[in-house]
């Protein structure tokens, strides 16, 4: 993207007011999307971003400016604004020699999205319209998504690293509306990996489409969900975003450091029940949160968090490690060139453990079983997370009963880890996520095996 | 300036080939982001960024492209990437751009230069006193999560083979902080935010102040019992309500089937005590705008009247399929094609002040923090479920600090079951206007 020459003068003039750390973040993103709706294939869109981001610490303060043109005379008067921003004082003239690092993800992309004809696109849109439409007379809206990006990245930092990493993600999600007696309700199934569009060799695109059909069909039939606490069981793979939420931000090094964790100063402690393995891992073949580098170039590795319970590791990025004085965990990410990177997650997922799954749901007397999760939201420096729940069930007298209407799940971090009580032996990773934090989204991916939670608030409206 | 980004559009919209619609939306920002934390700045950044986004209508079909630059090369590219997607696109007898319809753009200044001679360390400075102000507001406070001075510039254009040619500049700015109170083990968040178009509209010591006391107040939080009670809903948490509420009065989810008012034009879907409008033209709105996405004129829409549903909102493109004309509440960025939306919403205020309406309730919760809009809320089905806290409220008094529950209902339920509007707007970062609203039998689930 970048000559190592113009980078290694671009890191220079960065750090010509005496900063003690330059990066230079290239990005050339190409994404294209395909949205069918009400029947009508609405639009294909085709989208490039392409541009560059550079830093400069000058002690605890970072200086970030940012630059769509990756001529050396654009990024050297990006490199003088971030110094400027920075506030350097003394000067220095330092010289950079950038050595380059291989870093791999250990497969190949197979087809590449842009060598598929649109065509063939838009059949997969009209297929999965069909299949919905046809699942059920009750099906009254259909919406399809199809997105492709190719995102190709180059770090450069002072510190002598030069890497570069391309990355591939293709999506496809289904949305249906039912219309019942009821009111209406809605379904939605998506899927989503970092390879190309192999993905369409690997899932059956009928299958998914009756699958959202499906759940919104079920809905119709559904009664509010009860208030109050109660045993909550969630199904393998459809609710890694519980641990996101509940321990996950709660680990990130930026807002540990800041005291806004109710996990701070833990390391080493019992913070889940035993049994309790919880892992971020962002080498994890093909999945959503897959990267071969982060962000700001560390290298990707699997981190484990919660080892039988006991806190083992916050996620690390380049400028906290930096000032612990130890390694990045590989957890610098940031949504695009116009972005300053933090503390994310990759892929993040909590272990197997040996129970069977259909024991865990016939021990439980009464409950909810939550089949399948939506998002969720975590104030870390309280520990309070919510989670919505997209498809779930009643549990009484240890069988799945009657469908629940949505609603949100209240709990504790802390005290929710504490309190798991069972887990299968089926894990399976979820469907892709975009995770939020200060405004930046990135591509995350989750996974749990089925569980139970002794005790959470369901937020629902029946006593 | 603006002459600048209307150039740019003009040259697309000049390759437009016979029997082809073309509109190009250009844009241009430049955005200071500031964090301080300790007294310091922990990040500062400032960049201009800019874009352009190219719809093409061939014979009923449309197509688009994006690119984040200005560069000759790169919009010819993006033109004909979005005349190729468009061959893929299904006929729609309704495709097609906006036309002028003579309505005016609203006369509203929204651009103050006083933003563009403001220093980075003035800036600074403002996020560093609102960070000390929070720390001094009382010895319970133990830290900060977050402190920040953010601001843009944006400006933008839309020109049309169609005849539509407008352009417009706005200014921005906010502070805003989330600050930590703690008691033992006991730790609680509070936000606070003051928002302008220039810097001298800003009150960094109200965002403190409110901050301050909003974490301090939640120490000693406990969960409450389940149960139906009234509750107050701070401006900040009805705002986003209002933002759930416009959607389902846009009129592209009407025409699909999404929307759970399709079929209630005229009818009575909500308490005689709510007027809700969206009037964009109101230039205390943090999103007010002259034009909509379309560069059609911004205008002051009646949406529902003491309690009468009145109107939803249209585009050019769903007011063709709806029989109607648009409303000018197209909503885009230069990446994507107009959406339909409401672009600033807002409630008729009522004549009571929030102390009043408190001491009106013996038993109700003030609400001043929801969580997980987005996964709790269906907007298509109506029901929700959203994370709370707040505190509980006895004959008439705030009482204990309660956190951990859920509060739950339909969206057509609460809006019937609105007690009282407070007279206390109050404009936010962000498309909804904030006021206290009471809303009696919602669902508590607690202990």
Not at chain 1, 212 to 231: D, E, N, V, Y
Not at chain 1, 257 to 263: C, L
Not at chain 2, 82 to 93: I, K, L, P, S, Y
Not at chain 2, 116 to 135: N, Q, W
Request: proline share 3%; aromatic share 6%; net charge negative.
């Amino acid at each position: 993207m970048i000559d190592a020459s113009v980078l290694e003068r671009v890191l220079g003039s960065a750090l010509r007011t005496g900063g003690e750390f330059a990066e230079v973040f290239a990005e050339d993103r190409r994404s294209s999307s395909a949205l069918l709706d009400d029947g009508r294939v609405e639009e294909l869109t085709s989208g490039r971003d392409r541009g560059a981001g550079i830093r400069v610490v000058v002690g605890d303060t970072t200086g970030f400016a940012h630059t769509a043109d990756l001529s050396e005379a654009g990024l050297i008067a990006a490199a003088e604004a971030a110094a400027a921003a920075a506030r350097g004082g003394g000067g220095g003239v330092r010289t950079i020699a950038l050595s380059r690092q291989q870093a791999s993800r250990g497969y190949e992309i197979e087809i590449a999205p842009v060598q598929v004809p649109k065509a063939r696109k838009v059949e997969l849109l009209t297929r999965a319209d069909e299949i919905a439409r046809s699942t059920d007379g009750a099906i009254s809206q259909v919406s399809v998504n199809y997105g492709d990006s190719l995102r190709r990245i180059l770090v450069a930092n002072s510190d002598g690293l030069l890497a570069e990493d391309e990355t591939v993600r293709t999506f496809f999600a289904v949305s249906c509306v039912a219309t019942g007696d009821t009111g209406m309700q809605t379904g939605r199934e998506s899927i989503g990996h970092t390879i190309g569009f192999e993905l369409f060799d690997r899932y059956d695109i009928d299958e998914l489409a009756r699958r959202a059909a499906g759940r919104a069909i079920t809905k119709l039939a559904a009664r509010p969900a009860p208030s109050g606490q109660m045993p909550v069981v969630i199904g393998s793979g459809g609710g890694g975003v519980l641990f996101h939420e509940a321990c996950g931000h709660g680990l990130e090094a930026d807002l540990v450091s800041k005291g806004a964790s109710v996990f701070g100063g833990r390391v080493g402690q019992q913070v889940a029940s035993k049994g309790v393995t919880v892992v971020d891992d962002g080498t994890m073949s093909r999945e959503w949160g897959n990267i071969a580098i982060d962000d700001e170039g560390n290298r990707a590795q699997r981190n484990v968090l919660i080892e039988d319970g006991i806190l083992t590791d916050y996620m690390w990025d380049q400028l906290r490690a930096r000032k612990e004085g130890r390694a990045s965990s590989g957890n610098g990410r940031r949504q695009s060139y116009q972005h300053l990177p933090m503390v994310r997650m990759t892929n993040t997922y909590l272990l197997a453990g040996t129970e069977e799954p259909d024991a865990i749901i016939a021990s439980t007397e009464k409950g909810v079983y939550v089949k399948h999760l939506g998002g969720g939201q975590v104030n870390t420096a309280t520990g309070d997370f919510v989670f919505g729940m997209t498809e779930a069930y009643l549990i009484e007298n240890g069988e799945v009963t009657e469908p629940l209407r949505e609603g949100n799940l209240i709990g504790n971090g802390p005290e929710v880890l504490q309190r798991i009580d069972a887990l299968g032996n089926d894990f399976a990773m979820g469907p892709p996520g975009t995770c939020g934090k200060d405004g930046q989204g990135v591509p995350v991916g989750d996974g749990v095996p089925t569980l139970r939670v002794s005790s959470l608030t369901i937020g629902g409206t029946a006593a | 300036m603006s002459d600048e980004l209307l150039a740019v559009a003009d040259r697309v919209v000049a390759m437009a080939r016979p029997g082809e619609q073309v509109e190009a939306v250009v844009v241009r920002g430049t955005d200071t982001e500031i964090k301080v934390y300790g007294g310091e700045v922990e990040s500062l950044s400032s960049a201009q960024a800019q874009g352009v986004g190219i719809r093409v209508v061939i014979d009923g079909r449309q197509g688009f492209a994006y690119a984040g630059s200005l560069d000759e090369s790169v919009i010819a590219e993006t033109l004909a990437d979005a005349r190729d997607n468009a061959g893929f696109a299904t006929f729609d007898e309704f495709a097609g751009l906006a036309e002028p319809d003579g309505f005016d753009a609203p006369a509203i200044e929204l651009y103050r230069s006083a933003l563009e001679t403001f220093s980075p360390e003035a800036k600074v400075a403002l996020a560093i006193e609102m960070e000390r102000a929070v720390l001094a507001a009382d010895p319970r406070i133990s830290g900060i999560e977050s402190a920040e001075y953010m601001d843009s510039i944006s400006e933008s254009a839309v020109v049309t083979t169609t005849g539509i040619r407008s352009a417009g500049r706005e200014s921005n700015c906010y502070v805003a902080t989330y600050a930590m109170a703690s008691d033992g083990d006991d730790t609680q968040t509070g936000f606070g935010f003051s928002v302008g178009r220039e810097p001298s509209q800003l009150d960094p010591e109200r965002a403190a102040a409110e901050a301050a006391q909003r974490a301090t107040r939640m120490l000693g939080a406990v969960q409450p019992s389940s149960g139906r009670l009234t509750v107050v809903l701070d401006p900040w948490v009805t705002a986003q309500f209002l933002g759930l509420i416009g959607y389902t009065l846009n009129g592209d989810a009407v025409l699909k089937g999404r929307s759970l008012f399709a079929d209630r034009m005229g009818e009575v879907v909500a308490s005689p005590l709510l007027t809700l409008v969206d009037d964009p033209t109101d230039t205390r709105a943090f999103t007010a705008t002259d034009a909509d996405g379309e560069g059609l004129a911004a205008r002051r829409n009646l949406l529902i009247e003491n309690g009468v549903l009145r109107k939803f909102v249209h585009n050019a493109q769903s007011a063709r399929r709806a029989g109607t004309v648009s409303t000018g509440n197209a909503v885009r960025g230069f990446k994507s094609t107009p959406d339909v939306g409401c672009l600033a919403v807002s409630l008729l205020p009522g004549t009571s002040d929030p102390a009043a309406l408190l001491a009106g309730i013996t038993d109700g919760v003030l609400v001043q923090e929801v969580s997980g809009l987005h996964s709790g809320v269906n907007p298509v089905s109506g029901d929700f479920s959203t994370g709370a806290e707040g505190i509980r409220i006895r004959n008439g008094e705030l009482a204990e600090p309660v956190r951990e529950f859920t509060i739950a209902s339909t969206l057509q339920k609460m809006l019937r079951d609105v007690r009282a509007v407070g007279s206390d707007l109050q404009f936010l970062p962000m498309s909804s206007a904030g006021v206290t609203l009471v809303v009696d039998d919602l669902t508590i689930s607690g202990s």
